[in-house]
């Protein structure tokens, strides 16, 4: 849900290795059709109160500043994979938005509460990401209190052409979001261990 960068990217990377993707977007429907078109029979656009009757996992990529508007938009996710991919920036992309005490990724937990969520797909940018996919694949960090929903996220991310790495329960996030030690570095899988014990401290 949100078909923006991070959307397309991995979308379109997701219905080259065979997995069937619906994106949906509430603004520019026809540019998003115009898109989804040249993917191929695999790939759909749905409204986006279906998207979750139609997926095993939700992707949630809307702008922070929308997470609740666009979780009041879908359709009940109770038992679904919802990955939330947000970094907690203002609207004008200029700074990061006070949680005081909480993270971005707790957020979206409150408003998905029936919902397997997992955090990926939010650590690299889309260009360092698009980068990897074709030369030396980097780490996406995963965060979840669910082990399968956690599985079945790397299992993407590999398919994605990137490195799946499980830091451990939803808290763990606050290492690999926005403003957090592990966000928008570069790590390959032989040094990624060492990163993640420093940022623990």
């Known amino acids: 849900m949100g078909a923006g960068n991070v959307g397309r990217l991995y979308g379109e990377e997701w219905v080259k290795r065979g997995h069937e993707v619906a ?6 429907v026809g540019r998003l059709e115009s898109f989804v078109g ?6 759909y656009v749905l ?46 992309r200029t700074g ?5 005490t909480s993270t971005a990724s707790e957020k979206v937990a409150e408003l998905f509460r029936d919902a397997l969520v997992v955090k990926a797909l939010h650590n690299v940018s889309v260009e360092q990401a ?6 030396t694949p980097v780490v996406v960090f995963i965060a979840g209190d669910d082990n399968r929903a956690k599985d079945t996220v790397a299992g993407l ?5 990137l490195v799946p790495f ?34 623990r401290g």
Do not use: C, W
């Not at 030690?181 to 990163?195: D, G, Q, R, W």
């Open 96 to 100: 990061l938005v006070d949680l005081g």
């Open 157 to 161: 991310i590999a398919d994605a052409g």
């Open 47 to 92: 409204e986006v109160e279906d998207v979750a009757a139609f997926s095993d996992v939700v992707i949630f990529a809307p702008p922070f500043e929308q997470i609740e508007h666009a979780a009041a938009l879908l359709g009940p996710v109770s038992g679904k994979v919802v990955v939330d991919t947000t970094n907690p920036f203002n609207p004008e």
């Open 38 to 43: 040249l993917l191929g029979a695999r790939a």
């Open 130 to 135: 698009a980068s990897a996919m074709r030369e």
């Open 23 to 28: 994106f949906s977007y509430v603004r520019d």
């Open 166 to 199: 499980d830091t451990g329960d939803l808290s763990t996030a606050v290492l690999s979001e926005a403003p957090g030690p592990l966000f928008m570095n570069e790590y390959n899988e032989s040094a990624v261990a060492a990163a993640v014990a420093t940022a």
